[in-house]
C-alpha cells in the first residue's frame, strides 16, 4: 500500500467508530470512575435539586472540550511517541516542564492523601456499624490499611495494575445496579425544597471542583492520543474527538444517574449528616439503609473503589516525586526512590490520623491543580504555540473551558473566605 492510500485508508479509518473504539471509551470511563464518584453526590446535591440538574448539563460538555483538548495537544508533538511530559518540554521548554511536572505532581499527590483518609474511614465505619467491633485506635488502623496498600504497590505492582483494571468494571456495574435498586426509595424531600435562584450561579460554580475531580480522566489521555496517532496519523484528530467524546457522555449517563438515585433516595439533612460524618456516600446508605444488601455491599464497593483509585495515583505521585527530585539532586536514584516513597506514606498516615474533611480537600488541593492541566494548559498552547494551530479547536469551546478551568480555581479562593 502506497502512502497515499494509506493516508486514506487512516483517514476513512478514522471516521468509523468500531468496537475498539467502543473499548477505548470504556478505559477513559474507567479511569475517571474511582473514589470521587462516591463523594460526588453529597457535594452536588447539597445545593438542591436544581442546581445539581445544571450540574448534570454542563459535566459532559466541560469533560469533553478539556479532554478532547488536553488528547490534541499531545497530538502537536513532533515526535509521535512523545508523552505530554515530552509535548509540554518542546512548546514551553525545560521551565515549563519543570512547571507542568510540580503542577501534575500537586495535582495526584493530594488526591493520595484523600484516599488515606477515605480508606480509614470507610473500614472504621463498616468494623462500627456493620461488624458491631469498637474502634480501633485511629492511628493504628490507618497505619495498617496505608502499610498494606502500598505493600501492594511496591512488591506486587503488575499484579495490583491488573487486579484494579479488573475492578473497574464490576464496580461500575454494581454501582449501577444500586443506582436502580434505589429507585424505590426515591422521595420528594430534594424537590420539594424551595431553590434560591438568585444563590443558584454561586452553588453551582462551588461545585465544579467536584465534577472536575470526579470526571477526571486525564492521567490516560498521553497513552490514548499517541496510540491514535501511531494509528491514524493525521487521521488522529477525528478519532480522539469521538472517543472522549463517547467518554464523556457514557460518564454523563453513568455517574449522573449514580449521582441522582443517591440524592433522590436520601433528604438534605442526610447528605449534610454524610458530609459531617465525612464518609463515602455508600457508607452512609449502608448505616442508614435496613436492607442487608446495602449494609455490607456499599462498603465493598467503597473499599474496592478507594482502593483501586489508590494503587494508581499512588505510583503516579511516587513517579512525579522521583522526578522532581532527581531534577535537582545528586543523590543515588535509588535512594531518592526510597525516600520519597517513606515521605508519602508518612505524610498519608498524619493525614488520616488528622481526619480532615476529604471534599475539602478534593475542592481546595485535587481539582484547582487538576483543572490547571486539564483546562487551561492546552487552551494556553493554541493561542500561544504556532505548532497547535492546526489542532485549535472553536472559539466558543475554547471560552467554555477556559471558563470551567478558572471557575474551579477561583471557587476554592472564594471558599476559602
Known sequence: MNPTNSADYAAQSSSNFSYKDFTWCLSLFGTAVGAGVLFLPIKAGAGGFWPLVVLALIAAPMTWFAHKSLARFVLSAKNPDADITDTVEEHFGKTGANIITFAYFFAIYPIVLIYGVGITNTVDSFLTNQIGMESI?????????????????????????????????????????LSVYLIPDWNSSMVEVTPDWSAMPTVVWLAIPIIVFSFNHSPIISQFAKEQRRQYGESAVRKTDAITGGAAM???????????????????????M?????????????????????SYLGPLVAFAAITSSYFGHFLG?????????????????SLVE?????????????????????????????????AAILFL????AMQKVPAMAKFKTSAPVQIFTTICGLAAITSVIYGAF
Open 137 to 177: 485506635p485511629r492511628w493504628l488502623l490507618s497505619g495498617a490499611l496505608i502499610a498494606a496498600m502500598t505493600a501492594g504497590v511496591v512488591f506486587g505492582k503488575e499484579l495490583m495494575l491488573r487486579a484494579t483494571s479488573a475492578m473497574v468494571y464490576p464496580l461500575v456495574f454494581i454501582l449501577l445496579a
Open 250 to 272: 457514557m460518564l454523563m449517563g453513568f455517574v449522573m444517574f449514580f449521582v441522582f438515585s443517591v440524592v433522590l433516595s436520601l433528604s438534605p439533612e442526610q447528605l449534610a
Open 274 to 294: 454524610a458530609k459531617e460524618q465525612n464518609i463515602s456516600v455508600l457508607s452512609y446508605l449502608a448505616n442508614a439503609h435496613e436492607s442487608p444488601l446495602i
Open 317 to 333: 505521585a511516587h513517579e512525579g516525586l522521583v522526578g522532581l527530585v532527581k531534577s535537582r539532586s545528586t543523590m543515588p536514584v
Open 338 to 370: 526510597k525516600g520519597s516513597l517513606l515521605f508519602i506514606v508518612i505524610t498519608t498516615w498524619i493525614v488520616a490520623i488528622i481526619n480532615p474533611s476529604i471534599l475539602d480537600m478534593i475542592e481546595t488541593m485535587g481539582a484547582p491543580m487538576i
Open 377 to 380: 494548559m492546552p487552551v494556553i
